[in-house]
């Protein structure tokens, strides 16, 4: 149907126009698995420095970036679990149509 009008939305004065989009198939893992690394990069780069930061109070500095990294362990193999899983549900979902029940 070309001739069929974008959808839109009035809010207040404005009007907004509604993309015909789908939405992007992301599951975090990369975005998980960047994130620890770079807590992990954090922690090494504050090592250095561990008397420094000590005398300065700011040790927590070297804890939180560990901290952030071992979470990051557990949100990316989450992640990871959780791709796993929608995987092979749609495999199931696409392999079910062949299938034919006796009746």
Do not use: N
Request: include cysteine; charged fraction near 30%; charge should be positive.
């Amino acid at each position: 149907m070309p001739d069929e009008q974008p959808k839109t939305h009035e809010i207040g004065k404005r009007t907004y126009i509604v993309a015909d989009v789908e939405p992007l198939d992301v599951d975090g893992t990369r975005t998980v698995a960047v994130g620890t690394a770079l807590w992990a990069l954090g922690f090494l780069m504050l090592l250095p420095f561990y008397g420094r930061l000590e005398e300065d109070d700011h040790l927590w500095w070297m804890w939180t970036c560990l901290a952030g990294f071992g979470l990051g362990l557990f949100g990316w193999d989450h992640c990871r679990r959780r791709r796993r899983a929608r995987l092979a549900r749609l495999e199931r979902r696409t392999s079910a149509p062949g299938k034919r029940s006796a009746g």
